[in-house]
């Protein structure tokens, strides 16, 4: 999750222009552009002093309640078909993706849930090659093919479990339920989409 960078003075001494940030020399007004951009650093800080489950679920809170609340229960679901599963997570410029794997490389991330405003999908990043007779997989690229979950309860139907059970037969190195689940922060994009819609 990258900084945000920190803002400079200049090493001439002009007055700032209208809409610029002073420089450390001038006085900083107790409210307006510039003082927001000032805090950024603070409140990236803050972040970083969270847990990674904190921190996750932070960005779950940025959506809308129907939203967050569904992403909660997949993210439950998908912890409990993946024990000792590595979650990797990425609040990405578009969505949060959370991926499910067996290391904290992302290739060996298995599965990724990926949240938007208005839809959770449910990808499998190695999912070209799997047997999909009712044809639920979309997408087009060379590796991943994803679900839109309509709800928490897609992913109990009993063809999307079958297509779970392939890819979760190809992991390699494969799950170990011994292991206790953990969540690491990859990274997290400064600049982001409105996490929700607008209204109609």
């Known amino acids: 999750m990258p900084a945000v960078p920190a803002f400079h003075g200049r090493l001439d001494a002009r007055s700032p222009r209208r809409g610029e940030c ?10 307006g552009l510039c003082s927001v951009l000032g805090r950024r650093p603070q409140r ?19 959506y809308a309640p129907e939203i967050a609340a569904q992403a909660r229960a997949v993210l439950a679901k998908m912890r409990a078909f993946l024990p000792g599963a590595i979650e990797l997570v990425y609040d990405n410029y578009n969505a949060l993706a ?11 991330a298995v599965f990724s849930i990926a949240v938007f405003p208005r839809w ?5 990043l190695h999912g070209t090659n799997l047997a999909d007779p009712n ?11 994803h679900i839109v979950l309509y709800g928490p309860e ?12 392939q890819a979760l037969k190809r992991a390699s190195p494969p ?5 206790p689940n953990r969540i690491v ?8 989409r409105p996490r929700r819609p607008k209204p109609l």
Do not use: C, N
């Open 98 to 108: 959370v991926g499910f794997g067996t290391t904290e490389r992302t290739s060996d």
């Open 22 to 31: 002073p420089t450390r020399e001038a006085p900083v007004p107790p409210r």
């Open 185 to 192: 922060i990859k990274s997290v994009s400064v600049k982001q």
């Open 154 to 165: 897609t992913l109990d139907m009993p063809a999307v479990q079958a297509l779970m059970v």
């Open 120 to 124: 959770i999908s449910l990808f499998f």
């Open 44 to 62: 990236q800080l803050a972040l970083k002093d969270l847990s990674p489950e904190e921190q996750l679920d932070a960005f779950i809170s940025k």
């Open 175 to 179: 799950f170990d339920p011994r292991r």
């Open 135 to 145: 044809h639920l997989l979309k997408g087009k690229g060379k590796s991943a093919r």
